[in-house]
Protein backbone atom coordinates (compact mmCIF):
# COMPACT_ATOMS: atom_id res chain seq x y z
CA UNK A 1 0.00 0.00 0.00
CA UNK A 2 1.63 3.45 -0.87
CA UNK A 3 2.06 5.25 2.22
CA UNK A 4 -1.07 8.37 2.82
CA UNK A 5 1.01 11.27 1.67
CA UNK A 6 1.56 9.90 -1.65
CA UNK A 7 -2.10 8.72 -1.64
CA UNK A 8 -3.46 12.27 -0.73
CA UNK A 9 -1.25 13.88 -3.93
CA UNK A 10 -2.46 11.19 -6.02
CA UNK A 11 -5.92 11.25 -5.44
CA UNK A 12 -6.24 15.19 -6.20
CA UNK A 13 -3.30 14.46 -9.21
CA UNK A 14 -5.21 12.17 -11.24
CA UNK A 15 -8.51 14.25 -10.29
CA UNK A 16 -6.84 17.36 -11.89
CA UNK A 17 -5.92 15.34 -15.02
CA UNK A 18 -9.32 13.82 -15.42
CA UNK A 19 -11.16 17.63 -15.14
CA UNK A 20 -7.96 18.66 -17.88
CA UNK A 21 -8.55 15.68 -20.49
CA UNK A 22 -12.24 14.80 -19.67
CA UNK A 23 -15.82 15.66 -19.44
CA UNK A 24 -17.39 18.77 -19.17
CA UNK A 25 -18.03 21.85 -16.90
CA UNK A 26 -20.60 19.69 -14.39
CA UNK A 27 -18.49 16.74 -14.65
CA UNK A 28 -15.34 18.10 -13.84
CA UNK A 29 -16.93 20.32 -10.94
CA UNK A 30 -18.40 16.10 -9.77
CA UNK A 31 -14.62 14.77 -9.96
CA UNK A 32 -13.18 18.18 -7.90
CA UNK A 33 -16.04 17.61 -4.91
CA UNK A 34 -14.96 14.02 -4.79
CA UNK A 35 -11.52 14.17 -4.47
CA UNK A 36 -11.41 16.97 -2.14
CA UNK A 37 -13.82 15.31 -0.24
CA UNK A 38 -11.42 12.20 -0.60
CA UNK A 39 -8.67 14.34 0.54
CA UNK A 40 -10.39 15.60 2.98
CA UNK A 41 -11.49 12.11 4.92
CA UNK A 42 -7.61 11.31 4.37
CA UNK A 43 -6.64 14.57 6.19
CA UNK A 44 -8.76 13.85 9.29
CA UNK A 45 -7.68 10.02 9.26
CA UNK A 46 -4.20 11.94 9.15
CA UNK A 47 -5.45 14.18 12.21
CA UNK A 48 -6.80 11.67 14.38
CA UNK A 49 -3.56 9.06 13.77
CA UNK A 50 -1.47 11.98 14.90
CA UNK A 51 -3.58 12.57 18.30
CA UNK A 52 -4.03 8.80 19.12
CA UNK A 53 -0.25 7.84 18.30
CA UNK A 54 1.91 9.97 19.16
CA UNK A 55 5.31 8.89 17.19
CA UNK A 56 2.93 9.04 13.91
CA UNK A 57 3.91 12.66 14.18
CA UNK A 58 7.44 13.38 12.37
CA UNK A 59 7.23 10.06 10.74
CA UNK A 60 9.00 10.55 6.95
CA UNK A 61 8.18 8.90 3.76
CA UNK A 62 11.13 9.17 0.88
CA UNK A 63 11.70 8.34 -2.57
CA UNK A 64 15.31 8.81 -4.24
CA UNK A 65 14.94 11.76 -6.89
CA UNK A 66 18.47 12.97 -7.89
CA UNK A 67 20.18 11.23 -4.60
CA UNK A 68 23.49 12.15 -5.47
CA UNK A 69 22.64 15.44 -4.97
CA UNK A 70 20.86 15.27 -2.03
CA UNK A 71 17.26 15.15 -3.72
CA UNK A 72 14.50 13.24 -2.09
CA UNK A 73 10.86 12.87 -2.54
CA UNK A 74 10.41 13.25 1.22
CA UNK A 75 7.49 14.04 3.21
CA UNK A 76 7.29 14.24 6.89
CA UNK A 77 4.20 14.88 9.20
CA UNK A 78 5.00 17.55 11.54
CA UNK A 79 1.79 19.27 13.70
CA UNK A 80 1.64 22.42 11.39
CA UNK A 81 1.81 20.52 8.66
CA UNK A 82 -1.29 18.38 9.61
CA UNK A 83 -3.33 20.87 11.06
CA UNK A 84 -2.72 23.26 7.73
CA UNK A 85 -2.98 20.03 5.30
CA UNK A 86 -6.69 19.55 7.24
CA UNK A 87 -7.49 23.33 6.00
CA UNK A 88 -5.97 22.89 2.56
CA UNK A 89 -8.35 20.13 2.58
CA UNK A 90 -11.56 21.68 4.21
CA UNK A 91 -10.99 25.17 1.95
CA UNK A 92 -10.55 23.58 -1.50
CA UNK A 93 -13.64 21.27 -0.51
CA UNK A 94 -15.58 24.55 0.00
CA UNK A 95 -14.10 26.36 -3.13
CA UNK A 96 -15.16 23.35 -5.10
CA UNK A 97 -18.52 23.28 -3.88
CA UNK A 98 -19.04 27.40 -4.50
CA UNK A 99 -19.82 29.63 -7.11
CA UNK A 100 -19.91 32.85 -7.88
CA UNK A 101 -20.44 34.53 -11.36
CA UNK A 102 -21.98 33.06 -13.88
CA UNK A 103 -19.81 33.06 -16.82
CA UNK A 104 -17.88 30.36 -14.87
CA UNK A 105 -18.83 27.85 -16.98
CA UNK A 106 -15.43 26.32 -17.94
CA UNK A 107 -14.05 23.25 -16.66
CA UNK A 108 -10.61 25.00 -16.45
CA UNK A 109 -11.33 26.46 -12.66
CA UNK A 110 -11.67 23.23 -11.15
CA UNK A 111 -8.52 22.14 -12.53
CA UNK A 112 -6.92 24.60 -11.28
CA UNK A 113 -8.19 24.34 -7.84
CA UNK A 114 -7.16 20.92 -7.74
CA UNK A 115 -3.78 21.97 -9.38
CA UNK A 116 -3.67 24.22 -6.08
CA UNK A 117 -4.71 21.87 -3.60
CA UNK A 118 -1.96 19.88 -5.04
CA UNK A 119 0.76 22.10 -4.48
CA UNK A 120 -0.63 22.82 -0.42
CA UNK A 121 -0.75 19.49 0.16
CA UNK A 122 2.52 18.84 -1.02
CA UNK A 123 4.12 22.06 0.94
CA UNK A 124 2.62 21.27 4.12
CA UNK A 125 3.97 17.56 4.24
CA UNK A 126 7.06 18.55 2.56
CA UNK A 127 10.43 17.50 4.42
CA UNK A 128 12.86 18.96 2.49
CA UNK A 129 13.07 22.72 1.21
CA UNK A 130 14.26 21.67 -2.91
CA UNK A 131 10.28 20.25 -2.40
CA UNK A 132 8.89 23.19 -0.27
CA UNK A 133 10.03 25.35 -3.13
CA UNK A 134 8.56 23.34 -5.99
CA UNK A 135 5.40 23.13 -4.65
CA UNK A 136 5.13 26.81 -3.75
CA UNK A 137 5.86 27.90 -7.09
CA UNK A 138 3.13 25.59 -8.08
CA UNK A 139 0.81 27.14 -6.12
CA UNK A 140 1.96 30.27 -7.53
CA UNK A 141 0.79 29.13 -11.32
CA UNK A 142 -2.11 28.03 -10.07
CA UNK A 143 -3.01 31.54 -8.45
CA UNK A 144 -1.83 33.38 -11.45
CA UNK A 145 -4.02 31.76 -14.07
CA UNK A 146 -7.36 31.44 -11.67
CA UNK A 147 -7.43 35.29 -11.64
CA UNK A 148 -5.97 36.16 -14.90
CA UNK A 149 -8.49 33.45 -16.34
CA UNK A 150 -11.86 33.70 -14.18
CA UNK A 151 -11.13 37.10 -12.44
CA UNK A 152 -13.38 40.14 -13.22
CA UNK A 153 -12.88 43.66 -13.46
CA UNK A 154 -9.10 44.50 -14.07
CA UNK A 155 -8.09 41.00 -13.92
CA UNK A 156 -4.87 41.09 -15.52
CA UNK A 157 -3.45 43.71 -13.91
CA UNK A 158 -4.32 42.18 -10.74
CA UNK A 159 -3.38 39.09 -12.11
CA UNK A 160 0.13 40.16 -13.20
CA UNK A 161 0.84 42.40 -9.91
CA UNK A 162 0.27 39.46 -8.12
CA UNK A 163 2.88 37.40 -10.19
CA UNK A 164 5.52 39.87 -10.09
CA UNK A 165 5.45 40.06 -6.19
CA UNK A 166 5.28 36.35 -6.57
CA UNK A 167 8.65 36.10 -8.86
CA UNK A 168 10.62 38.51 -6.37
CA UNK A 169 9.54 36.08 -3.25
CA UNK A 170 9.87 33.14 -5.12
CA UNK A 171 13.81 34.54 -6.34
CA UNK A 172 14.80 35.31 -3.12
CA UNK A 173 13.43 31.86 -1.53
CA UNK A 174 15.45 29.95 -3.94
CA UNK A 175 18.43 31.95 -3.30
CA UNK A 176 18.35 31.57 0.34
CA UNK A 177 17.32 27.61 -0.02
CA UNK A 178 20.42 27.82 -2.65
CA UNK A 179 23.06 29.30 0.38
CA UNK A 180 21.91 26.78 3.28
CA UNK A 181 22.30 24.24 0.66
CA UNK A 182 26.45 24.96 0.38
CA UNK A 183 27.22 26.44 3.53
CA UNK A 184 25.93 23.06 5.26
CA UNK A 185 28.43 20.57 6.19
CA UNK A 186 26.26 17.76 4.16
CA UNK A 187 24.98 19.38 1.54
CA UNK A 188 21.10 18.67 1.74
CA UNK A 189 17.74 20.54 1.72
CA UNK A 190 16.86 18.08 4.64
CA UNK A 191 14.71 20.98 6.50
CA UNK A 192 15.48 18.47 10.19
CA UNK A 193 18.93 17.94 8.94
CA UNK A 194 19.55 21.78 8.36
CA UNK A 195 17.92 23.07 11.71
CA UNK A 196 20.15 20.49 14.00
CA UNK A 197 23.67 21.82 11.48
CA UNK A 198 22.42 25.73 10.97
CA UNK A 199 24.95 26.23 13.79
CA UNK A 200 27.60 25.47 11.79
CA UNK A 201 27.09 28.07 8.71
CA UNK A 202 28.95 31.37 9.05
CA UNK A 203 27.05 33.83 11.45
CA UNK A 204 27.48 36.67 8.04
CA UNK A 205 25.65 34.13 5.99
CA UNK A 206 23.04 32.65 8.60
CA UNK A 207 21.38 36.90 8.91
CA UNK A 208 21.66 36.84 5.19
CA UNK A 209 19.56 33.48 4.81
CA UNK A 210 17.62 34.68 7.50
CA UNK A 211 16.46 38.05 6.20
CA UNK A 212 15.89 36.38 2.49
CA UNK A 213 13.48 33.74 3.87
CA UNK A 214 11.86 36.50 6.19
CA UNK A 215 11.16 38.86 3.49
CA UNK A 216 9.87 35.93 0.87
CA UNK A 217 7.33 34.89 3.74
CA UNK A 218 6.02 38.29 4.01
CA UNK A 219 5.51 38.85 0.56
CA UNK A 220 3.18 35.63 0.65
CA UNK A 221 1.48 36.30 4.39
CA UNK A 222 0.94 39.27 3.39
CA UNK A 223 2.90 41.88 5.64
CA UNK A 224 3.30 45.56 5.43
CA UNK A 225 5.15 47.00 3.00
CA UNK A 226 5.45 44.00 0.81
CA UNK A 227 1.51 43.53 0.72
CA UNK A 228 -0.01 45.77 -1.92
CA UNK A 229 -0.59 42.99 -4.06
CA UNK A 230 -3.98 41.85 -1.71
CA UNK A 231 -6.21 44.52 -2.86
CA UNK A 232 -6.62 43.87 -6.52
CA UNK A 233 -5.91 40.04 -6.47
CA UNK A 234 -8.58 39.20 -3.92
CA UNK A 235 -10.91 41.81 -5.63
CA UNK A 236 -10.67 40.70 -9.09
CA UNK A 237 -10.18 37.08 -8.80
CA UNK A 238 -13.65 34.80 -8.60
CA UNK A 239 -14.73 33.74 -5.18
CA UNK A 240 -12.94 30.55 -5.38
CA UNK A 241 -9.47 31.83 -5.89
CA UNK A 242 -10.31 34.75 -3.46
CA UNK A 243 -10.64 32.07 -0.84
CA UNK A 244 -7.94 29.42 -1.44
CA UNK A 245 -5.10 32.44 -1.67
CA UNK A 246 -6.58 34.15 1.33
CA UNK A 247 -6.79 30.91 3.41
CA UNK A 248 -4.31 28.74 1.98
CA UNK A 249 -1.75 30.43 -0.27
CA UNK A 250 -0.88 33.24 2.76
CA UNK A 251 -0.53 29.96 4.46
CA UNK A 252 2.41 28.98 2.48
CA UNK A 253 4.24 32.16 4.45
CA UNK A 254 2.61 31.70 7.55
CA UNK A 255 3.92 28.18 7.40
CA UNK A 256 7.55 29.01 6.43
CA UNK A 257 8.23 31.80 8.70
CA UNK A 258 7.34 29.09 11.68
CA UNK A 259 9.65 26.74 9.84
CA UNK A 260 12.42 29.62 9.91
CA UNK A 261 12.61 30.38 13.55
CA UNK A 262 12.87 26.61 14.38
CA UNK A 263 15.66 26.31 12.15
CA UNK A 264 17.77 28.69 13.25
CA UNK A 265 18.75 29.44 16.99
CA UNK A 266 19.98 33.09 16.31
CA UNK A 267 16.42 33.65 15.61
CA UNK A 268 15.27 35.35 18.63
CA UNK A 269 17.46 38.26 17.84
CA UNK A 270 15.16 38.38 15.10
CA UNK A 271 11.78 38.42 17.47
CA UNK A 272 11.01 41.69 18.46
CA UNK A 273 11.03 42.95 15.20
CA UNK A 274 9.00 40.42 13.92
CA UNK A 275 6.56 41.33 16.64
CA UNK A 276 7.08 45.10 15.21
CA UNK A 277 6.09 44.63 11.55
CA UNK A 278 3.43 42.34 12.84
CA UNK A 279 1.79 45.03 14.87
CA UNK A 280 2.00 47.73 12.19
CA UNK A 281 0.51 45.66 9.62
CA UNK A 282 -2.16 44.59 11.97
CA UNK A 283 -3.45 48.54 12.37
CA UNK A 284 -1.95 49.35 8.77
CA UNK A 285 -4.61 46.88 7.14
CA UNK A 286 -7.50 48.36 9.87
CA UNK A 287 -7.06 51.92 8.97
CA UNK A 288 -6.98 51.18 5.30
CA UNK A 289 -10.20 48.57 5.71
CA UNK A 290 -12.05 51.41 7.21
CA UNK A 291 -11.74 53.09 3.91
CA UNK A 292 -12.74 50.18 1.59
CA UNK A 293 -16.58 50.00 0.52
CA UNK A 294 -16.17 47.19 -1.35
CA UNK A 295 -17.00 43.68 0.42
CA UNK A 296 -14.03 42.07 -1.52
CA UNK A 297 -11.60 44.38 -0.45
CA UNK A 298 -12.95 44.90 3.18
CA UNK A 299 -11.99 41.56 3.55
CA UNK A 300 -8.45 41.51 1.95
CA UNK A 301 -7.21 43.71 4.38
CA UNK A 302 -8.92 41.69 7.45
CA UNK A 303 -6.91 39.05 5.89
CA UNK A 304 -4.08 41.29 6.28
CA UNK A 305 -4.71 42.10 9.91
CA UNK A 306 -4.75 38.24 10.58
CA UNK A 307 -1.65 37.77 8.99
CA UNK A 308 0.02 40.12 11.12
CA UNK A 309 -1.70 38.89 14.42
CA UNK A 310 -0.26 35.54 13.25
CA UNK A 311 3.20 36.85 12.65
CA UNK A 312 2.91 38.60 16.64
CA UNK A 313 2.41 34.85 17.51
CA UNK A 314 4.95 33.21 15.91
CA UNK A 315 7.53 35.97 17.16
CA UNK A 316 6.65 35.42 20.45
CA UNK A 317 8.65 32.17 19.89
CA UNK A 318 6.85 30.24 23.11
CA UNK A 319 4.72 27.59 23.26
CA UNK A 320 1.86 29.56 23.42
CA UNK A 321 2.43 32.08 20.81
CA UNK A 322 3.57 29.57 18.30
CA UNK A 323 0.53 27.50 18.72
CA UNK A 324 -1.58 30.21 18.78
CA UNK A 325 0.01 31.21 15.32
CA UNK A 326 -0.94 27.68 13.88
CA UNK A 327 -4.60 27.85 15.39
CA UNK A 328 -5.24 31.16 14.02
CA UNK A 329 -3.93 30.05 10.24
CA UNK A 330 -6.81 27.24 10.93
CA UNK A 331 -9.41 29.87 11.83
CA UNK A 332 -8.36 32.41 9.74
CA UNK A 333 -8.38 29.95 6.90
CA UNK A 334 -12.21 28.77 7.87
CA UNK A 335 -13.36 32.50 8.04
CA UNK A 336 -12.24 32.81 4.52
CA UNK A 337 -13.43 30.08 2.71
CA UNK A 338 -16.80 31.52 4.78
CA UNK A 339 -16.72 35.07 4.09
CA UNK A 340 -15.86 35.00 0.25
CA UNK A 341 -18.37 32.44 -0.05
CA UNK A 342 -20.91 34.20 1.17
CA UNK A 343 -19.67 37.43 -1.22
CA UNK A 344 -19.65 35.18 -4.23
CA UNK A 345 -23.36 33.98 -3.42
CA UNK A 346 -24.17 38.16 -2.87
CA UNK A 347 -22.51 39.21 -6.07
CA UNK A 348 -24.41 36.65 -8.49
CA UNK A 349 -28.19 37.63 -6.40
CA UNK A 350 -27.12 41.38 -6.02
CA UNK A 351 -24.63 42.07 -9.14
CA UNK A 352 -22.12 44.14 -6.84
CA UNK A 353 -20.07 43.94 -3.71
CA UNK A 354 -20.61 47.33 -2.24
CA UNK A 355 -21.96 48.72 0.86
CA UNK A 356 -23.38 51.89 -0.50
CA UNK A 357 -25.84 50.04 -3.12
CA UNK A 358 -26.56 46.68 -0.84
CA UNK A 359 -29.45 47.32 1.49
CA UNK A 360 -31.53 44.80 3.49
CA UNK A 361 -29.69 41.53 2.42
CA UNK A 362 -31.06 39.89 5.52
CA UNK A 363 -34.95 40.25 4.41
CA UNK A 364 -34.31 38.40 1.27
CA UNK A 365 -31.82 36.11 2.34
CA UNK A 366 -31.51 35.93 5.59
CA UNK A 367 -29.15 32.62 5.85
CA UNK A 368 -26.68 34.97 3.60
CA UNK A 369 -26.24 37.54 6.30
CA UNK A 370 -26.14 35.80 8.88
CA UNK A 371 -23.77 33.75 7.37
CA UNK A 372 -21.12 36.59 7.03
CA UNK A 373 -21.87 37.78 10.59
CA UNK A 374 -20.81 34.78 12.00
CA UNK A 375 -17.85 35.12 9.64
CA UNK A 376 -17.10 38.39 10.67
CA UNK A 377 -17.43 37.89 14.48
CA UNK A 378 -15.52 34.79 14.21
CA UNK A 379 -12.67 36.83 12.60
CA UNK A 380 -12.97 39.34 15.54
CA UNK A 381 -12.14 36.01 18.18
CA UNK A 382 -15.92 35.18 18.96
CA UNK A 383 -16.15 32.61 21.96
CA UNK A 384 -16.85 29.22 20.66
CA UNK A 385 -15.50 29.45 17.33
CA UNK A 386 -11.91 28.50 16.21
CA UNK A 387 -10.84 32.57 16.51
CA UNK A 388 -11.54 32.80 19.91
CA UNK A 389 -9.09 30.13 20.79
CA UNK A 390 -6.43 31.13 18.57
CA UNK A 391 -6.79 35.12 19.77
CA UNK A 392 -6.04 33.65 23.43
CA UNK A 393 -3.25 31.69 22.92
CA UNK A 394 -1.53 34.13 20.24
CA UNK A 395 -1.99 37.10 23.29
CA UNK A 396 -0.87 34.96 26.10
CA UNK A 397 2.00 34.04 24.49
CA UNK A 398 2.85 37.42 23.27
CA UNK A 399 2.18 39.23 26.75
CA UNK A 400 4.78 36.51 28.41
CA UNK A 401 7.33 37.31 25.73
CA UNK A 402 7.08 40.82 25.56
CA UNK A 403 4.73 42.34 28.35
CA UNK A 404 2.06 44.72 28.32
CA UNK A 405 3.50 45.45 24.51
CA UNK A 406 2.17 42.62 23.10
CA UNK A 407 -1.50 43.73 24.13
CA UNK A 408 -1.12 46.07 21.95
CA UNK A 409 -2.60 44.20 18.63
CA UNK A 410 -5.80 43.54 20.83
CA UNK A 411 -6.70 47.03 19.50
CA UNK A 412 -6.53 46.04 15.88
CA UNK A 413 -8.71 43.61 16.11
CA UNK A 414 -10.87 45.76 17.70
CA UNK A 415 -10.50 47.96 15.28
CA UNK A 416 -11.56 45.49 12.79
CA UNK A 417 -14.45 44.65 14.55
CA UNK A 418 -16.17 48.28 14.98
CA UNK A 419 -15.82 48.97 11.24
CA UNK A 420 -17.26 45.24 10.00
CA UNK A 421 -20.21 45.95 12.28
CA UNK A 422 -20.73 48.82 10.88
CA UNK A 423 -20.51 47.97 7.35
CA UNK A 424 -23.02 44.84 7.94
CA UNK A 425 -25.68 47.11 9.80
CA UNK A 426 -25.40 49.24 6.63
CA UNK A 427 -25.50 46.46 3.91
CA UNK A 428 -26.96 43.45 5.53
CA UNK A 429 -29.18 44.01 8.64
CA UNK A 430 -30.71 47.48 7.44
CA UNK A 431 -34.47 46.99 7.27
CA UNK A 432 -35.62 49.89 6.11
CA UNK A 433 -34.72 49.70 2.10
CA UNK A 434 -34.05 46.44 0.52
CA UNK A 435 -31.91 45.57 -2.96
CA UNK A 436 -33.12 44.06 -5.71
CA UNK A 437 -31.83 40.70 -6.37
CA UNK A 438 -31.11 40.17 -9.65
CA UNK A 439 -30.68 36.22 -9.65
CA UNK A 440 -31.45 33.27 -7.80
CA UNK A 441 -28.86 32.72 -5.40
CA UNK A 442 -27.62 29.22 -6.28
CA UNK A 443 -28.31 26.40 -3.66
CA UNK A 444 -24.85 24.78 -3.49
CA UNK A 445 -23.27 28.28 -1.71
CA UNK A 446 -25.62 27.36 1.17
CA UNK A 447 -23.53 23.70 1.59
CA UNK A 448 -20.39 26.00 1.34
CA UNK A 449 -21.67 28.21 4.10
CA UNK A 450 -22.30 25.23 6.22
CA UNK A 451 -18.94 23.34 6.29
CA UNK A 452 -17.01 26.53 6.24
CA UNK A 453 -19.47 26.91 9.71
CA UNK A 454 -19.24 23.96 11.33
CA UNK A 455 -15.64 23.60 10.83
CA UNK A 456 -15.17 27.21 12.28
CA UNK A 457 -17.89 25.97 15.12
CA UNK A 458 -16.65 22.79 15.77
CA UNK A 459 -12.90 23.67 16.43
CA UNK A 460 -13.71 26.28 18.86
CA UNK A 461 -16.07 24.11 20.67
CA UNK A 462 -13.91 21.21 20.58
CA UNK A 463 -10.48 22.69 20.50
CA UNK A 464 -8.42 19.74 22.12
CA UNK A 465 -8.81 18.22 18.73
CA UNK A 466 -5.87 20.25 17.57
CA UNK A 467 -4.13 21.80 20.48
CA UNK A 468 -3.77 18.21 22.13
CA UNK A 469 -1.13 18.43 19.67
CA UNK A 470 0.81 20.96 20.78
CA UNK A 471 1.96 18.71 23.44
CA UNK A 472 4.22 16.78 20.70
CA UNK A 473 5.68 19.67 19.36
CA UNK A 474 5.25 22.65 16.71
CA UNK A 475 7.96 21.61 14.47
Known amino acids: MLPLFFIMLAVVGLAGAATAVYGNYVFSKRIAIIASGITLVLAIY ?6 YTNGFIGTAESLPY ?27 LVASITVSRKFEDSKNIYVLILLFEFSAIGLFLSANLFLFYVFWDVGVIASYFMINSFGSGERRHA ?3 FLIYSIFASALLLLAIMLIYFYTPVHSFDISYIASHSSSIPVAVQGTIFVLFFIAFMVKMPIFP ?3 WISNAYAEAPAQGSMLISGVLSKFGAYGMLILFSMFAFSSEFAKYAFVLGTISAFYAAFVLMRQADLKRMTAYSSML ?6 VGISSLNAFGTSGALYLMLAHGLVMALMFSVIGGIEISYGTRSINVLKGIVKQSAGTAYSFVIGTFASTGLPLTAGFIADVLVFIGAISEFGLYGAIPIFSIMLLGFYMYYAINKSFLSTKVSSNSIARMPKQVAVSYSIAMIALFAFGIFPFFITSLFGVGII
Not at 75 to 88: I, K, N, Q
Not at 306 to 311: A, Q
Request: aromatic fraction near 12%; hydrophobic fraction near 60%; charged fraction near 0%.
Open 66 to 92: ISQFGIYLSFVATVPGVVLTLLAAIVS
Open 159 to 161: ANT
Open 46 to 51: LLFSAI
Open 226 to 228: FHS
Open 306 to 311: ESGIIL
